[in-house]
């Protein structure tokens, strides 16, 4: 949903100081509405932190960031009927209707606030995987380094517009699912505990880790 977005910001390259600070201005509109998101899923996931439940959450975030990455796009909220989700998505894209039509950086700093929350595998993804973080400012984190790592491509993508053919596009969205599948793996073995170093530690390992005694 980014994509489409960015094409239609009408920004020119030419003049290269205005172009950079106003796709900026754009970007970290998008990078700041993820990080609130974090903030509430790195919420969401201190609770289940402390109730004792953070390696089934993590094979659970894992999980679903496979079946996101391999289900049919259509299975999405507003598929089954979701009303509240629906209704909050209509509003989403009426203000971003108003506020592309304008040009100011306050336009262009909204529009990514508003463009952070339309529906999109790869967010629902990085949300999950705050939400396994267990605390509120590892998930805002997660959710703040997630936004940075969209903004090169994004950043490329305001500058090339309608340059990007269809078929280049569409081998760039085949790359996704199979980041998401690789980062759902991740996760389950996180979960998994299986005293592989850096990727599924112990809880042994890490408690030795945190006292100073493991060498």
Do not use: W
């Amino acid at each position: 949903m980014c994509g489409p977005i960015a094409f239609s910001l009408g920004l020119n390259p030419s003049h290269k100081f205005d172009f950079t600070t106003r796709n900026l201005t754009y970007q970290f509109g998008r990078v700041t509405t993820y990080t609130l998101l974090g903030v509430v899923m790195g919420f969401l996931g201190t609770g289940i932190s402390f109730a004792g439940f953070q390696n089934p959450l993590s094979i659970f975030v894992g999980i679903m960031m496979i079946l996101m990455a391999i289900l049919p796009k259509n299975l999405g909220a507003e598929s089954f009927g979701f009303k509240p989700f629906s209704n909050l998505m209509m509003h989403v894209k009426m203000g971003l209707g108003k506020y592309l039509r304008r040009k100011n950086y306050s336009s262009l700093y909204i529009t990514g606030l508003l463009n952070g929350l339309l529906p999109c595998g790869a967010v629902y993804a990085a949300l999950t995987g705050s939400m396994a973080m267990g605390s509120i400012p590892k998930g805002a984190f997660f959710m703040f380094l997630f936004g940075l790592g969209t903004i090169p491509l994004m950043f490329a993508t305001v500058i090339m517009g309608n340059l990007i053919s269809i078929q280049t596009r569409q081998k760039i969205l085949k790359i996704l699912p199979v980041l998401m599948v690789i980062l759902g793996i991740l996760f389950i073995l996180r979960g998994l505990e299986l005293n592989i170093p850096f990727i599924s530690p112990s809880s042994t390992s890490l408690e030795l880790n945190a006292d100073g005694h493991a060498h």
